[in-house]
């Protein structure tokens, strides 16, 4: 997997966010000959230009966890979108009575965007309203999704692979009933992609914001027996500097935690 995105809420961009990188969520993972991509934030826009400049034909399955605009604003500037040579299945789970396409559409309309969906997407393009609890194959990879705790509703997933696993739970809340399930849904997984966007201190005072902290991702590793947990979802006020603090404070815990930084790989 590939992070070409790994910060919440909105870009930062900058010298003080250049190493952990200043890109909304967008994760590239592969598997065999599939690609899967987990959200379309600001990071989708180089993802899509590295993909178009392979010179050849794109296949990709695209997990939407959920319609908070960070985890979408990189739709409209994802290049494999304008060609029909390529061919592009988006996957996300209605909310409010609307389908998939009905949500993704809704951003790309005026007074917001300039041209719609239906102008200036080429792709063969199919939408894929998810069921969530269901399962998905792709090629020879599984999608599992669970309901996540979040404002409007998101989708967690789990792929397993060739006997090796991940979870993508960003924009999650603990402390409720839910947790039990995330922790049975990441059981045992090979990396844990999980939000960790505030510590305590800052976590007091914004409880419903949707948000969890590195103590609980590091709890949530820990009860989900997970091999390694990936910090994800950085606030975007908390610079590289800080951002070095709070690992060294999770790797306390669980010392082998890494937290995503923009261009990071990790082959599992």
């Not at 399955?61 to 908070?68: E, G, Q």
């Not at 045992?188 to 902290?213: C, K, Q, V």
Request: proline residues 5%.
């Amino acid at each position: 997997m590939r992070f070409w995105g790994v910060r919440g809420s909105i870009p930062a961009p900058g010298p003080a966010t250049k190493r952990y990188g200043g890109n909304t969520p967008c994760v590239e993972v592969r598997c065999g000959d599939e690609l899967l991509i987990f959200d379309l934030g600001s990071g989708a826009r180089g993802l899509g230009d590295a993909l178009v400049a392979t010179r050849k034909p794109v296949k990709a399955s695209i997990f939407i966890s959920h319609y908070h605009y960070d985890h979408l604003q990189g739709l409209p500037f994802f290049s494999p979108m304008f060609s029909p040579a390529n061919d592009v299945t988006l996957y996300g789970s209605p909310r409010d009575g609307k389908s998939l396409k009905q949500i993704l559409a809704g951003q790309m309309v005026h007074p917001y965007f300039p041209v719609t969906a239906e102008d200036v997407f080429r792709t063969r393009l199919a939408y894929r309203d998810v069921v969530v609890g269901e399962d998905i194959p792709v090629g020879k990879a599984t999608v599992r999704t669970l309901e996540l705790n979040h404002p409007g509703g998101n989708v967690g997933y789990r792929v397993d692979f060739g006997g090796r696993s991940l979870v993508y739970a960003t924009d999650v809340e603990h402390g409720t009933a839910l947790d039990s399930k995330l922790f049975d849904f990441a059981r045992g997984a090979d990396a844990l992609i999980y939000d960790s966007m505030y510590t305590e201190e800052e976590y007091r005072g914004r409880t419903g914001w949707g948000h969890s902290t590195w103590e609980a991702a590091v709890r949530a590793a820990d009860a989900s027996d997970v091999k390694q947990l990936v910090l994800f979802h950085h606030d975007p006020g908390r610079d590289d500097a800080s951002m070095d603090k709070l690992l060294r404070e999770v790797r306390k815990h669980r010392k082998n935690s890494i937290a995503a930084k923009e261009a990071m790989v990790i082959q599992l």
